[in-house]
């Protein structure tokens, strides 16, 4: 059985506990792992702050701190498929996913590595005489991150990279379900060089690690991703210590599909955006809305693609749809299916939770048109499809927008000006219009209403980090006036 330890202050540590990670592919325990309680969290979140203010980090210059990322890049590329095998054992996303993934996070330290002195004040034209006003842009503080367990490494690399380009330093908390690419991320941090205590990557449950990570007196900000009553807590957490958030919460995304698209693209793309990752993407396209003249032809192409889907063991290149990362998300992808059923909803294909070792689901389709089903309202986070159609370009869009999320959208139409009208009118943080799924991270991530706020990628997300400080210098070499004398 693997051992894995947490990384405080350049160290590699046992945590206050131990526990056991399950193999998602087999239902059985395969690697020991660190359980950080607050004792780890506080030896973290101190290691961090002397790292910004008296370690060497706090006296690098902007281009050193890219240098480091640029080289933390060069580490991931070359490790990348063995952390590509690590996430898929520990989480039981596929090998093909994970390899592609992780080679494309490297990507994302570079682009941060670049961004490091960048980053720029300015000078303002102030209205008094003989002085001189600029803003500095400065480390935002000790920021605490807290990732899911469904892609780690690119979940982790858009709030590190620019948290790093930024000068912060960063206590990382891991999932306790499948935290193994994470931990194994760290001896890639201490190969690069960084100062002791500039990041910190720590696993533990959320009551006695989560909870004092986001409440600690001397974190700054959180950066969270997850699901909305996590998030809750955390905001509860943040009024003790008055930390700033950003919250990527995940959705409930419409796919739109006109009767003029080009179904066959269409269909690829719907099936990437709900079967990819076994549907464990925040970004994941679960409500397809389809004009109602083209239903029935949509969803029997659909049905005949999600049939041809090969369901297997993670580590099988030919596998394009694995296991769930838990037995709990399992179950509650079978139980949401079965209330979504009771309350109308027909099942096209898929539906039934197989027998046998591992947490697998099947690609599954339900026909919701006209009823109220749960599914519609609710996410699965699973390899679950919910239908429903629609006669005007209106409808499209209230139907799009009947949810109290807002990450994602996608819209395929070949009718450019009704494309425009969308884009304008869906309620999400992102719109693809005939492609789904893309990203970069020259492109801002997030989303509105219960998918959160703040972006991930970009320059923004890099000055997300920062603070603002004012400087006043007066240039005058007269005294000041005495202000009580009277002139």
Not at 106 to 123: C, L, M, N, Q
Not at 194 to 201: C, D, E, L, S, T
Request: with cysteine.
């Amino acid at each position: 059985m693997q051992r894995f330890q947490c990384y405080i202050d350049g160290e590699f540590l046992d945590g206050e506990a131990r526990y056991q990670s399950i193999d998602p592919a087999t239902g059985k325990n395969w690697a020991d792992m660190p359980e950080a309680r607050e004792g780890d969290v506080d030896r973290a979140v101190n290691a961090a702050e002397k790292a910004l203010y008296d370690g060497p980090w706090s006296k690098m210059t902007a281009t050193q701190r890219g240098k480091l990322l640029y080289k933390l890049a060069d580490l991931v590329a070359a490790n990348a498929q063995k952390l590509a095998e690590l996430e898929t054992r520990d989480t039981g996303k596929i090998i093909r996913e994970t390899s592609a993934q992780i080679a494309y996070v490297a990507d994302y330290y570079r682009y941060y590595a670049g961004i490091a002195d960048k980053i720029e004040g300015s000078y303002l034209p102030i209205d008094k005489q003989d002085m001189d006003v600029w803003l500095r842009r400065e480390p935002i503080g000790v920021v605490a991150m807290v990732v899911p367990w469904n892609s780690q490494l690119f979940l982790s690399a858009v709030k590190i990279g620019p948290a790093l380009a930024a000068g912060c330093t960063m206590v990382v908390k891991a999932s306790e379900d499948g935290p193994a690419p994470l931990l194994e991320f760290a001896r890639l941090i201490h190969e690069a060089g960084f100062p002791a205590g500039v990041v910190n990557i720590i696993t533990g449950f959320g009551a006695s690690c989560g909870a004092a990570l986001s409440r600690h007196p001397k974190v700054a900000h959180v950066a969270f991703t997850g699901g909305p009553e996590t998030a809750r807590h955390i905001v509860r957490n943040s009024a003790e210590n008055l930390a700033s958030t950003s919250l990527e919460l995940g959705g409930k995304s419409p796919f739109i599909v006109f009767a003029d698209a080009d179904l066959e693209s269409a269909a690829n793309a719907q099936v990437a955006g709900i079967f990819a990752a076994t549907g464990q993407s925040c970004v994941a396209g679960s409500r397809l809305i389809v004009e109602r003249s083209i239903k029935d032809r949509f969803l029997n192409l659909l049905k005949d693609k999600a049939e041809a889907i090969r369901v297997g063991t993670p580590l099988d290149m030919a596998t394009e749809v694995g296991p769930l990362a838990t037995k709990r998300q399992q179950d509650h992808v079978a139980a949401l299916i079965h209330k979504s059923v009771q309350s109308g909803a027909r099942i096209v294909t898929g539906g039934q939770m197989p027998s046998g070792e591992g947490f697998y689901f099947p690609p599954t389709i339900l026909d919701c048109d006209g009823v109220a089903s749960p599914s519609l309202a609710e996410e699965f986070f699973g390899p679950v499809l919910s239908v429903v159609a629609f006669d005007t370009e209106a409808e499209a869009l209230k139907l799009a927008n009947d949810t109290r999320y807002g990450l994602a959208s996608g819209v395929f139409t070949q009718n450019l000006t009704r494309a425009h009208r969308l884009m304008k009118g869906i309620r999400a943080g992102i719109v693809w219009v005939n492609t789904y799924r893309a990203v970069s991270p020259i492109a801002p991530f997030g989303g509105f209403g219960l998918s959160g706020h703040g972006r991930e990628g970009g320059l923004a997300a890099a000055l997300d980090y920062t603070r603002t400080k004012t400087i006043w210098l007066r240039t005058s070499d007269d005294p000041i006036p005495d202000p009580f004398v009277m002139r």
